[in-house]
């Protein structure tokens, strides 16, 4: 049951798959897409895990005082916060009950988990917090039921079209992770510094191909010639070594595929 | 510019500045940006399973029955099952009962790995062999101009170069004799294609630094200092030259720093 | 320590402020790079250039913030020249943050055509964006192999409902769009794997003109797909984004970053020689001093 049964199911929902393929009738396709239905919904809880390991890692990393403890709180308010607008959506133009509400329910969160797991490494549990923190929670959901400048909206998509929802994203995610990328430009010029050399004959192609490439939209008459074998280069030289490259990672990945059906890797399963 | 939105730009920008100051070192407005973002972009894949997902995919098609019935007595109460497959999941946190979570894995796995089978070998391997296997244009076989890519002389160097470097990857054969000079053939093809891979990688990664120096010049700059803008008032000067002194003052005390620690060891030496 | 072990031994920030210093004087000085259209790009503007108004097309946004330096300035050129020309578009977004940069690109998009403009002589009366008549954005759905393959049969099959909640079948472009026989083109602008599975999962089993937008780190690994059909263009990285802008009219961000582009490209190029040099010539004195 714990090994077989998961074993059996990959095998014929593998094999399913694989001839379904070739039967082209409506039924067979119906099939597929059912299975395909069935699996996105469970993918969706898959990823919520990720989501219960951060808060896990965030509230360890406090109560354990690890290095940079601080900061876990600040993952943690941002978490909460952006679940919280996106959840919600301000109907008046009032902002201060709905942010009040905001700072009720972190409280209220702080305090039941501190109730929960305790507070500091090898402290008892305090039955204290938790009860502050459900008498918090309480004045929370009194507030969300009788203030009427904000609403809850668990089953409509208002709180997408909520503007903090939007400006947390538009301002806080896109320009920090554009710039944590942006960093790879200083370090790739640190790197073309100390770590490439033509040391050899394979590292002095690599390096010349990479300045035809990286010279193609020079202006001027050289550069019309450098963009002309640049284009030559890109698609000859660089399309057979592509193509081997795709084909050994198709012949690569139905030979995994085919392991994984017939139970050969059984990876997936973990240990037990 | 109204206030409102002058405001979150100039937070954007904070953010910004914040994320390039770990070029120098690791500092505190670092590790701050770096934890919220952490935060901040888990709540919102959150949020986006949730509308996205679940409400429509799930709740969507269950909404017509009750709760109290367990959803049994929807027109689609089939929906519950991978809900329960979907809950099973949790199980993974449990060491006794950790083993129900396969179950839901191998439903993905198996679905996922059966559809990949035929049409990766389809698209991946044959569509490709096919097009390895197309006739060479022996009429013109030196092209016109300099290096034409639909000359003979191309389609021989593409063939040539993709059957060598395959031959490079078969590690099952020791390479030598004919076999070693067509892999190592192959590898130059290889260390051709991963420096044009290498050459994008450069602009690829210049174009990441070119778009944060626009927002912050275009975005944030141009409207600290519109001075035709409607909206505009001191309180937009003051927020930028503030955010500004802040990375100026740390910038100053790391200077600092290092001229003291550079006295200290020239006078330890001396 | 001569001058090459002086080099050698730079603290890496020195580079990083050099090429800071050289992007920002590239970004200040007043000059234009031209821009060479290459056929991947021009395929790809051609094609949506010669769809008669009304046509459906479908461009997925599939990428995060982290790429939307490349790909922003991509999707915005041609959902512009598509809206601009009356065509009829449906998003969607596989990525984890794609709905947010689709959404984003709407909104912006959308004040951009309530002004009148002249692109390529051509002027272009501003009209308002309506959800549900111009576009339809479906949303984000996870494990995108699986989304890609079930929309082959209909689009309500993983999307029953639009982002913004609406059900697909309430919505007059959806009406007689189901599956991808009823788009002219799928255009995927995408950062990362949701392409392989557009080319294996979804035109190479369904057989539809795919066109690809890609950052420049992925650009190179899929001329073979171009080259054996099952990709009808490439726009690749800044310059592509910036060869579409061109052939628009319609010079944005893009254009703009490619004069940057060219400077910084030289001073990487300065780098990897000054390396080469100070690493040989150490080499050369390394061994002078041993024997």
């Known amino acids: 049951m714990k090994r077989q049964l998961p074993l059996l199911f990959v095998f014929l929902f593998g094999t399913f798959m694989v001839v379904q393929n070739f039967v082209p009738h409506e039924n067979s396709e119906r099939a597929k897409d059912f299975l395909n239905d069935w699996t996105i919904i469970i993918g969706i809880f898959a990823l919520a895990l990720g989501i219960w390991s951060l808060i896990s890692v965030s509230i360890d990393k406090i109560n354990k005082r690890k290095p940079n403890w601080e900061y876990a709180f600040v993952t943690l308010v941002g978490l909460v916060a952006m679940i919280f607008f996106g959840f919600t959506s301000n109907v008046s133009s009032s902002w201060w009950t709905y942010f009040a509400s905001l700072i009720v329910l972190l409280i209220a969160l702080w305090l039941l988990v501190q109730g929960i797991l305790g507070f500091g490494a090898g402290a008892t549990r305090s039955k204290e917090k938790f009860f502050a923190g459900i008498g918090l929670g309480l004045v929370f959901t009194l507030i969300a039921i009788f203030d009427k400048s904000w609403e809850f909206h668990f089953y409509t998509p208002e709180g997408l079209e909520n503007t903090m929802f939007k400006n947390f994203f538009s301002n806080i995610m896109v320009p920090l992770q554009s710039t944590m990328f942006a960093l790879l430009a200083f370090f790739i010029s640190s790197a073309s510094y100390r770590a490439f050399r033509a040391r050899n004959l394979l590292a002095s192609l690599l390096l010349i191909a990479a300045l035809i490439v990286m010279l193609r939209f020079t202006p001027g008459p050289w550069g019309d010639l450098i963009s002309k074998t640049s284009t030559w280069v890109m698609n000859v030289p660089n399309l057979a070594a592509q193509r081997a490259i795709v084909i050994g990672i198709g012949l690569g990945m139905v030979a995994t595929a085919l392991k994984v059906i017939l139970g050969i890797e059984r990876g997936y399963m973990g240990k037990g | 510019m109204e206030l409102g939105q002058f405001l979150w730009t100039s937070l954007a920008a904070f953010l910004t500045l914040s994320v390039f100051s770990f070029l120098y070192k690791d500092n505190p407005m670092y590790k701050f940006a770096e934890h919220l973002f952490v935060g901040v972009s888990a709540g919102y894949f959150v949020i986006i399973l949730w509308h996205n997902g679940l409400v429509t995919n799930l709740y969507g098609r269950l909404a017509d029955g009750h709760f109290y019935f367990l959803w049994l007595d929807s027109a689609k109460w089939w929906y519950i099952f991978p809900a329960i497959l979907g809950i099973m999941m949790f199980t993974r946190f449990s060491r006794k009962w950790s083993w129900v979570s396969r179950w839901p894995v191998a439903f993905y796995i198996g679905i996922a790995t059966g559809l990949a089978v035929p049409l990766e070998m389809a698209n991946r391997v044959n569509r490709q062999l096919y097009s390895m296997m197309e006739p060479i244009n022996w009429q013109s076989f030196f092209g016109s101009g300099w290096l034409d890519m639909g000359a003979g002389y191309s389609d021989i160097i593409i063939f040539v170069g993709t059957v060598s470097a395959l031959i490079y990857f078969y590690f099952s054969k020791a390479h030598t004799g004919v076999f070693g000079s067509a892999a190592k053939l192959g590898i130059w093809t290889l260390m051709i294609g991963f420096g044009a891979s290498f050459g994008f990688t450069v602009m690829a990664r210049i174009s990441l630094l070119i778009n944060r120096i626009q927002f912050l010049d275009k975005n944030w700059k141009r409207n600290s200092f519109d001075f035709t803008n409607e909206n505009f008032s001191p309180g937009y000067l003051v927020l930028f030259w503030l955010i500004i002194l802040v990375f100026l003052i740390y910038a100053i005390s790391e200077f600092l720093k290092y001229l003291k620690n550079k006295n200290a060891s020239s006078v330890k030496s001396a | ?291």
Not at chain 3, 102 to 111: P, V
Not at chain 3, 228 to 246: C, F, K, N, P, R
Request: charged letters at 20%; glycine letters at 8%; a negative charge.
């Open chain 3, 1 to 291: 320590m001569n001058i090459f072990e002086r080099f050698m031994k730079l603290d890496r920030r020195w580079i990083y402020l050099f090429l800071l210093a050289v992007c920002l004087l590239a970004y200040y000085s007043d000059f234009t790079v031209p821009t060479i259209v290459e056929k991947e790009t021009s395929a790809i503007y051609n094609f949506i250039d010669s769809l008669p108004p009304g046509e459906v097309i479908f461009v997925a946004i599939d990428y995060d913030p982290s790429n939307q330096a490349e790909l922003h300035p991509m999707t915005y050129a041609i959902m512009e020249h598509a809206f601009r020309k009356k065509l009829r578009v449906v998003f969607t977004a596989l990525s984890q943050n794609g709905p947010g940069m689709a959404d984003q690109a709407i909104h912006d998009l959308a004040d951009s055509l309530r002004v009148d403009k002249t692109y390529n002589g051509v002027e272009y009366k501003g009209r308002e964006l309506v959800n549900g008549v111009d576009y339809c954005f479906l949303g984000y759905k996870p494990y995108y192999a699986l989304v890609i393959t079930a929309m082959g049969q209909d689009f309500r099959t993983p999307f029953p409902s639009d982002y913004y909640g609406t059900p697909l079948d309430s919505l007059p472009l959806m009406k007689k769009v189901h599956n991808y026989d009823d788009i002219a083109i799928l255009v995927d602008v995408s950062g990362g794997n949701i392409t392989d599975a557009w080319i294996s999962y979804g035109q190479g089993k369904f057989d539809f003109p795919l066109a690809l937008g890609l950052t420049g780190v992925m650009t190179a690994q899929y001329y073979p797909f171009l080259q054996s059909g099952q990709v009808m263009g490439i726009m690749g990285g800044l310059l592509g984004a910036a060869q579409y802008e061109d052939m628009t009219d319609n010079p944005g961000l893009a254009k703009d970053g490619m004069r940057v582009q060219l400077p910084a490209h030289l001073v990487i190029i300065l780098f990897i020689l000054m390396g080469n040099i100070g690493h040989f010539a150490g080499r050369k004195n390394r061994k002078k001093v041993q024997s």
